[in-house]
């Protein structure tokens, strides 16, 4: 018994075509390196809890990736208070949330 002797003759058709790929724009924190993705809250969490472990990045590039997160943690709705504590004396240009 074949596979497709189960399927009507137009099924046989629509199982041989191939699928599309949708190209979805990855969003990381540190975007030149790729690192701590943007995607979801469990992303943002990780993203939070492993911001002073990336290596390889200057100033100005952790202050782009806090500001990024801090926007991203605003559209999942995640409370940022301990983070933003966290990150006070890394760089004057930090904008510090009350």
Request: overall charge positive; glycine content about 4%.
């Amino acid at each position: 018994m074949k596979l497709f002797e189960i399927f009507p003759e137009d099924l046989k058709k629509q199982v041989s075509k191939p699928t599309k790929v949708v190209k979805v724009k990855l969003d990381f924190a540190f975007p030149k390196i790729k690192k701590l993705p943007l995607m979801s809250k469990r992303n943002i969490l990780s993203a939070m809890q492993h911001f002073f472990n990336v290596k390889g990045v200057t100033d100005q590039e952790r202050v782009e990736a806090y500001k990024k997160i801090l926007e991203k943690a605003e559209v999942f709705k995640i409370c940022t208070m301990g983070f933003s504590e966290q990150c006070k004396g890394v760089s004057q240009d930090m904008p510090v949330l009350d």
